[in-house]
Structure formats: C-alpha cells, structure tokens
T-cell receptor, first 111, second 115 residues
Framework: KNEVEQSPQNLTAQEGEFITINCSYSVGISALHWLQQHPGGGIVSLFMLSSGKKKHGRLIATINIQEKHSSLHITASHPRDSAVYICAVSPGIGTASKLTFGTGTRLQVTL | NAGVTQTPKFQVLKTGQSMTLQCAQDMNHEYMSWYRQDPGMGLRLIHYSVGAGITDQGEVPNGYNVSRSTTEDFPLRLLSAAPSQTSVYFC??????????????FGNGTRLTVT
C-alpha cells in the first residue's frame, strides 16, 4: 500500500466549479507539499504546510495532522487549472529529506 | 536568478552506455534531489543531498551515482544504462526540506530513453 494516497485519480469539472482533491498518508510527517504538474511536464510547488490552512489566490490547502489528511481546493475553476496535482510528504524527524509522493490527480476543466 | 537548471532535456542511450544528467541551482539551497517519474507511479526519490559533500540514497538508488562537490551542482550519473532506466528525471532543490517556508523548486525534466 502506498504511503500517500490521492483521490480522485481523475477529475473533470466545468469552468467555475469548486474542486476538492484529497490526500491521505500513513506515516508521521514534518510537512506536506502540494505540487502542480503542467501538461508540458514542468512541476511547480503550490503549498508546503505542516498545520492548518494556507490560501493563495483561488487555491486553498488544508491539513489535519490527527487524521493524516490534506485537501487542496480550487475555487472558481478555470481551464488553465487543468494539470496533474501531486501530494507529497516529508516524513518525521530524522527522515525529513525522503519525500514520498502520491500518484497524482489529473484535473481537466472544460468551458 | 535562473532557479534550477537541468540538462539535457532529451537523451537517447543504448544499453550499457553511460551519461551524466546535470543539475545546477543558483539559490544557495542546501537540499538537492533527483527523482524519476514513470507512468502510473508517483515521483520516486533516487538520491538526495543535504549539503556539499553529503549524499544519501533514496527509494530507487540502484544503477545511479551522485556527488555534491559544490552547493550549486548535483549531477546524476548512469554508469551502464539499462532499458529499465527509461523514464523522466527531475532534479529539485529546497533551502530546507523540513521548513514550511521553503518550497521545492524543480528543474524542467529530462526525458531519457534507453534502447
């Protein structure tokens, strides 16, 4: 069983819809990352968080440490949000450098 | 400030050939790492470094060597390429992997095919 599970694997939405992508993990962590991989292949970091909630523009990331769960929300989705969204965790103290990645959620936003 | 520069973008090798994938960053980041991305699988850590002179193995290190002689550079060497190493490779860096103020910066990737 993968230590990081994402759901759904694929998601299609219409422009303007509110989107939620989920990430569950099974190990203790020091931080959780949300990444975006564009259709051209480039990867950018969206958020890095260890507690609570972060917001950047239309993107919101939350984490519940006790439940070992994080969500990425996109409000008012747009076709340019179409990408693969990847969750990754930095394990706890002593192994913080060994990131483990989920397999990604492929999002397609249509007009 | 170029960020993370990864070269080449594409490479085709024959089985048994060797090559080096280059990765350089100009942000004075302590942490650098190499990943491979295969269809249907998440990114997997090959090797990483937490500073000049310090390297360690990740999840899939076999067939790859690394060194970190300077803070800026972290090359990945394939000593004898095998078809199983056909993949897309990404280099990434961060000031500190455990600090929430320090996101990962990725290179643009190298698509490697071994025939």
């Amino acid at each position: 069983k993968n230590e990081v599970e994402q759901s759904p694997q694929n998601l299609t939405a219409q422009e303007g819809e509110f989107i939620t992508i989920n990430c569950s993990y099974s190990v203790g962590i020091s931080a959780l990352h949300w990444l975006q991989q564009h259709p051209g292949g480039g990867i950018v970091s969206l958020f890095m968080l260890s507690s609570g909630k972060k917001k950047h523009g239309r993107l919101i990331a939350t984490i519940n440490i006790q439940e070992k769960h994080s969500s990425l929300h996109i409000t008012a989705s747009h076709p340019r949000d179409s990408a693969v969204y990847i969750c990754a965790v930095s394990p706890g103290i002593g192994t913080a450098s060994k990131l483990t990645f989920g397999t990604g959620t492929r999002l397609q936003v249509t007009l | 400030n170029a960020g993370v520069t990864q070269t080449p973008k594409f490479q085709v090798l024959k089985t048994g050939q060797s090559m080096t994938l280059q990765c350089a960053q100009d942000m004075n980041h302590e942490y650098m790492s190499w990943y491979r991305q295969d269809p249907g699988m998440g990114l997997r850590l090959i090797h990483y470094s937490v500073g000049a002179g310090i390297t360690d193995q990740g999840e899939v290190p076999n067939g790859y060597n690394v060194s970190r002689s300077t803070t800026e550079d972290f090359p990945l060497r394939l000593l004898s390429a095998a078809p199983s190493q056909t993949s897309v490779y990404f280099c990434a860096s961060s000031y500190s992997i455990a600090s929430v103020g320090s996101p990962l910066h990725f290179g643009n990737g190298t698509r490697l095919t071994v025939t």
